[in-house]
């Protein structure tokens, strides 16, 4: 069974760190594109940043120059490193990719179970 695979989340002060993972499991699939996505507490959820097959990545205003995302094909692996963590980034962070088959086979969109990021004043 085809799974994204988080970790990193947890709980940090403001101004602090910290390194998201999100990894395939249970699959050959392979990372085509990623995204992260962010949802506090009633309200929506959004998007935080992307990356695409060509290496292209996209951020929310709100996390320009703090966040960067990227891929380790080699290891199969999407991260979103963040910094200069404010209370506001607290949310759930979900990862969700577009994966392919290296051979013949059914790719997909996927996404993570979510793992929380918070974040104190």
């Known amino acids: 069974q085809v799974q994204l695979v988080e970790s990193g989340g947890g709980l940090v002060q403001a101004g602090g760190s910290l390194r998201l993972s999100c990894a395939v499991s249970?699959?050959?699939?392979?990372?085509?594109?990623a995204g992260w996505y962010r949802q506090a507490p009633g309200k929506q959820r959004e998007l935080v940043a992307g990356?695409?097959?060509?290496?292209?990545?996209n951020y929310a205003d709100s996390v320009k120059g703090r966040f960067t995302i990227s891929r380790d094909s080699a290891k199969n692996t999407a991260y979103l490193q963040m910094n200069s963590l404010k209370p506001e980034d607290t949310a759930v962070y979900y990862c969700?990719?577009?994966?392919?088959?290296?051979?013949?086979?059914?790719?997909?969109?996927?996404w993570g179970q979510g793992t929380q990021v918070t974040v104190s004043s």
């Open positions: 249970g699959s050959t699939l392979r990372i085509y594109a």
């Open positions: 969700n990719a577009d994966l392919i088959p290296t051979g013949y086979g059914m790719g997909g969109n996927y």
């Open positions: 990356i695409n097959s060509g290496g292209i990545t």
